[in-house]
């Protein structure tokens, strides 16, 4: 059960934003949700938030654990043993570990997104987060994949200056968020049901 006893929860007769639309929709929501959360580590809480309100407006989204690295010339830091392992930053491996150890990822996660299958997208509502750790310019994220489940395991994205690569890595065996995220989903239904409500207001008639 878990996770999928939570999924496509859509709502009967209701006829969605496709394509771009859906995008640009989805991308206020995670203005919305980021707004909410702001640079506490609740990755997994606002995600949840996220594609609870995503499912109510009839949004296909899922839930993926990654493991993330920021990229500016060296890698400056990392959310998740997976990319620590993979960028080879022992200098990095304490603090990072403290990050684990925190939020209880077991298997090389450290962060969550919500991908859109159709047109394939990431959203990562919490990546100020990241931004705050490291006291440079992150904001949430938006932006176009070539698949949702890409050949090596990850996406390689550009944050908002150009300057920096976001480089996720897909952490499929990670479970860990599974409980926290099946509360919070849960937990959250009154809030997300107002949010669906403010943004279905705003689509044109």
Avoid at 8 to 28: D, F, K, N, W
Avoid at 109 to 123: E, N, R
Avoid at 172 to 187: C, L, M, N, Q, V
Wanted: hydrophobic letters at 40%; a neutral charge; one cysteine or more.
């Amino acid at each position: 059960m878990g996770q999928q006893s939570r999924a496509r929860r859509s709502q009967p007769g209701i006829r969605p934003p496709t394509g771009q639309t859906a995008v640009t929709e989805l991308r206020t929501l995670t203005e919305v949700v980021a707004n909410l959360y702001g640079t506490r580590r609740q990755c997994i809480q606002a995600v949840a938030l996220f594609v609870r309100t995503a499912e109510l407006l009839g949004h296909r989204v899922t839930p993926r654990a990654v493991s993330l690295a920021v990229i500016l010339g060296p890698v400056v830091a990392t959310l998740g043993k997976r990319a620590l392992d993979v960028e080879r930053l022992p200098e990095l491996s304490t603090a990072d570990a403290e990050t684990i150890a925190d939020s209880g990822w077991l298997r090389g996660g450290g962060h969550m997104v919500a991908i859109l299958d159709q047109p394939p997208y990431l959203f990562d509502p919490t990546l100020q987060q990241l931004g705050a750790r490291l006291d440079i310019e992150l904001g949430p994220l938006a932006q176009p994949i070539g698949s949702v489940e890409p050949a090596d395991g990850g996406w390689d994205l550009a944050a908002a200056s150009g300057e920096m690569v976001l480089r996720y890595y897909l952490v499929p065996e990670e479970t860990a968020w599974k409980r926290p995220y099946d509360t919070a989903f849960d937990g959250q239904a009154n809030l997300a049901a107002d949010i669906a409500n403010r943004i279905r207001a705003t689509r044109v008639r």
